[in-house]
């Protein structure tokens, strides 16, 4: 389910089946030397986090785009973001990235770091190809906590 209107109906409906949260971490560098890398990096996160909500619909909330810039980079911002959504009633939360520096709170809270792939030239099969790809690498990580009560 996604974070809007129709959805989050359904979702306190159903909010006793939908346990976990995905925050996508998207850095916005808009400096000339890497805007572009930024930008393949947002097309990538976003892109992943759909395609994760798709195969997961009814058992997990996709939230919007935590978005920073680098003076913005806090450590404490996904752990009090967390505590939320605990408080809300999510018991899994997870954030994934392709910024490497959110790995360093890996411990505090669950984040899934994975490189950026270019996907604005690829045409639509090779891009589902490559997302399925990227989900089987994160379904060990949501299985784990998922199993752990």
């Known amino acids: 389910m996604y974070f809007n209107a129709n959805d989050v109906t359904s979702f306190m409906a159903q909010k006793e089946f939908i346990d976990t949260a995905?925050?996508?971490?998207?850095?916005?560098?808009?400096?000339?030397?890497?805007?572009?890398?930024?930008?393949?990096?947002?097309?990538?996160?976003?892109?992943?986090?759909?395609?994760?909500?798709?195969?997961?619909?009814?058992?997990?909330?996709?939230?919007?785009?935590?978005?920073?810039s680098t003076i913005l980079k806090n450590e404490e911002l996904p752990q009090l973001l967390e505590s939320q959504l605990h408080n809300a009633g999510f018991k899994h939360v997870f954030f994934i990235t392709c910024d490497h520096f959110w790995t360093n709170i890996g411990d505090v809270v669950n984040v899934i770091w994975l490189p950026a792939i270019p996907l604005e030239s690829m045409d639509k099969g090779v891009k589902n190809s490559i997302l399925e790809d990227q989900l089987r690498q994160v379904i060990p990580t949501f299985s784990t906590k998922w199993a752990q009560i």
């Open 22 to 68: 995905i925050v996508p971490l998207v850095s916005i560098d808009l400096t000339s030397e890497k805007i572009k890398q930024s930008g393949a990096e947002a097309d990538f996160l976003l892109s992943l986090t759909s395609f994760i909500e798709q195969q997961f619909k009814g058992r997990l909330l996709l939230l919007p785009p935590f978005s920073y």
